[in-house]
């Protein structure tokens, strides 16, 4: 019979995004994770796998949790201006909050990676963000609330830009105030409404 588990997955989890959003996949190690998440290797492997697959459960439990407002904005705004601006000042805020590393884990979770399969599920997670932000967009253009000629995989290859661009700046130090200015200068290119 199975012993049941002497530890919380969801903590567990959570304290290995830490590790991964901190150091990026390559650099933490198996001790550094299994220190963090308060477990013995054999309990880390009989939960989740192994590294990969440990790594994979804490992108997933990311997107379900830092990653909320930016789903949250994307689909609750009533147009892509307010849904776009609306994330942007999110990323602002939660890319630069002391409770967890600056920046997003998608983002900077991939830096100096050598696992080509680590590389494409964090490259295919910020592929769906940008194809949610161009469908928002070019849904206004189809409603006639952006000009008929706006590209939208442009304007939203812009703004996934910005956005990657933000993180880099909160890890390297910005703060809130000026990437909330950022987001203002950013909102400017935004195109005029017909």
Do not use: L, R
């Given at each position: 019979m199975a012993r049941p588990r002497s530890f919380d997955r969801e903590r567990a989890l959570d304290r290995a995004i830490e590790q991964f959003w901190r150091h990026g996949y390559e650099a933490t190690s198996v001790a550094a994770l299994t220190e963090a998440m308060g477990?013995?290797?054999?309990?880390?492997?009989?939960?989740?796998?192994?590294?990969r697959k440990l790594f994979s459960a804490a992108v997933e439990r990311y997107q379900q949790t830092y990653g909320a407002p930016a789903v949250q904005a994307l689909a609750e705004e009533p147009t892509a201006r307010a849904a776009i601006e609306r994330l942007l000042r999110a990323?602002?805020?939660?890319?630069?909050?002391?409770?967890?590393?600056?920046?997003?884990?998608?983002?900077?979770a991939a830096?100096?990676?050598?696992s080509p399969d680590v590389e494409a599920e964090l490259r295919d997670g910020r592929e769906a963000t940008k194809a949610t932000i161009r469908a928002r967009i070019q849904a206004d253009v189809d409603e006639g609330r952006l000009p008929a000629g706006t590209d939208a995989e442009a304007l939203a290859t812009f703004y996934a830009s910005v956005i990657q661009g933000m993180s880099t700046q909160a890890r390297d130090g910005i703060g809130r105030e000026l990437l909330e200015q950022v987001a203002a200068q950013a909102m400017l290119v935004w195109p005029d409404s017909p």
């Open positions: 477990i013995n290797p054999p309990s880390m492997y009989a939960a989740f796998g192994d590294k990323a602002a805020a939660d890319y630069t909050d002391p409770a967890h590393p600056w920046g997003c884990m998608i983002i900077s830096v100096n990676c050598g």
